[in-house]
């Protein structure tokens, strides 16, 4: 297919997108796909410094719910041609960031639109706690918007691991799933 009937049919369906920058992107992608399941429709994309800023903006607009991620700090070089992104980026969509990224303030401070945060610290707007390795696997609670639901992972999985899912949990939270269902999508899930 060519890309203008691409573009052309991405106009018309306005899936919801998801930009991804950082390591561990295509492990966040099989997160979410699998939470998601089949009926959501959402594009996903892995994202470097590289990527092709036109296209990416033409994408993003179009969308009916644009995101944008940042995994880590290993960004930072990348950081001024992803600023452009930032400031372009539309109001009706909303960017995520690990809250220990350290141009996080750069980014809200660039952003027009809602940022949030997510971790393993009680500042960012979703973070766990009471993390617990078992030899049956990890449990902990997520805290997201005043409610808490435990989690419980069936292998035993790290901290970073457990940082990522935090990412997939919110993207899957802004894309309509409450944490009961996202907690229950999860329990099968192979890390």
Same mark, same amino acid.
């Given at each position: 297919? =060519?890309? #203008?009937?691409?573009?052309?049919? #991405?106009?018309?369906?306005?899936?919801?997108?998801?930009?991804? #920058?950082?390591?561990?992107?295509?492990?966040?992608?099989?997160? %979410? &796909?699998? %939470?998601?399941?089949? /009926?959501?429709?959402?594009?996903? !994309?892995?994202?470097? &410094? +590289?990527?092709?800023?036109?296209?990416?903006?033409?994408?993003?607009?179009?969308?009916?719910?644009?995101?944008?991620?940042?995994? /880590? =700090?290993?960004?930072?070089?990348?950081?001024?041609?992803?600023?452009?992104?930032?400031?372009?980026?539309?109001?009706?969509?909303f960017i995520i960031s690990?809250?220990?990224? &350290? +141009?996080?303030?750069?980014?809200? =401070?660039?952003?027009?639109?809602?940022?949030?945060?997510?971790?393993?610290?009680? /500042?960012?707007?979703?973070?766990?706690?009471? %993390?617990?390795?078992? /030899?049956?696997?990890? +449990?902990?609670? !997520?805290?997201?918007?005043?409610?808490?639901?435990?989690?419980?992972?069936?292998?035993?999985? &790290?901290?970073?691991?457990?940082?990522?899912?935090?990412?997939?949990?919110?993207?899957?939270?802004?894309?309509?799933?409450?944490?009961?269902? %996202?907690?229950?999508?999860?329990?099968? #899930?192979?890390?």
């Amino acid at each position: 297919m =060519n890309k #203008f009937l691409q573009n052309l049919i #991405f106009s018309f369906t306005k899936p919801p997108i998801v930009v991804i #920058f950082g390591p561990g992107c295509d492990f966040l992608i099989k997160m %979410i &796909s699998h %939470i998601l399941g089949e /009926e959501k429709k959402i594009l996903m !994309i892995c994202a470097d &410094s +590289n990527y092709n800023k036109d296209n990416l903006q033409y994408l993003v607009e179009k969308s009916s719910l644009p995101i944008l991620a940042f995994l /880590e =700090n290993n960004i930072s070089p990348a950081l001024s041609n992803i600023l452009g992104l930032i400031k372009d980026f539309p109001g009706k969509g909303f960017i995520i960031s690990d809250k220990n990224f &350290s +141009n996080f303030k750069k980014i809200k =401070n660039e952003a027009q639109c809602r940022v949030f945060t997510f971790g393993l610290l009680g /500042e960012a707007n979703i973070f766990a706690t009471d %993390i617990n390795f078992t /030899e049956e696997g990890t +449990n902990f609670k !997520i805290n997201y918007a005043g409610h808490i639901v435990p989690f419980w992972i069936k292998k035993k999985i &790290s901290e970073k691991e457990i940082n990522d899912l935090m990412a997939a949990v919110l993207i899957s939270a802004l894309n309509g799933m409450n944490l009961v269902e %996202i907690s229950q999508s999860l329990k099968n #899930f192979d890390f």
